[in-house]
């Protein structure tokens, strides 16, 4: 079963930068989009960022536009979220998935097929 893993979480003061990166032991990603969400204390699961399985398209929640970039390099078989400029409201549990939309140039923030363990992101004001 395909699971992928977030990790690169932490604990950081307002203002300052993350990188997450999502990988998968065993498992290609590269004809995969792959997708960021985040769920806070109390909040429903949030969609964060998506990338095609190409890198071709790419899709922010409007509160990250700006400030986070989502990239792959799929000869490492990972995907990437830059976290710039952190706000306090960032702070939560942020989890990777995985799905095949079965063309390289689509990915968006709904249904994920595959999920696994997320890292936590803390940001102090």
């Known amino acids: 079963q395909l699971q992928p893993v977030a990790s690169g979480g932490g604990l950081v003061q307002r203002g300052e930068s993350l990188r997450l990166s999502c990988a998968a032991s065993?498992?290609?990603?590269?004809?995969?989009?792959i997708g960021w969400f985040r769920q806070a204390p109390g909040k429903e699961r949030e969609g964060v960022s998506c990338?095609?399985?190409?890198?071709?398209?790419?899709k922010y929640v409007d509160s990250v536009k700006g400030r986070f970039t989502i990239s792959r390099d799929n000869a490492k078989n990972t995907v990437y979220l830059q976290m710039n400029s952190l706000k306090p409201e960032d702070t939560a549990v942020y989890y990777c998935?995985?799905?095949?939309?079965?063309?390289?140039?689509?990915?968006?923030?709904?249904?994920?097929?595959?999920w696994g363990q997320g890292t936590q992101v803390t940001v102090s004001s």
């Open positions: 998935a995985a799905r095949n939309f079965f063309t390289d140039s689509l990915c968006d923030l709904g249904a994920y097929d595959y």
């Open positions: 065993g498992f290609i990603l590269d004809y995969l989009a």
């Open positions: 990338i095609s399985s190409s890198g071709s398209s790419t």
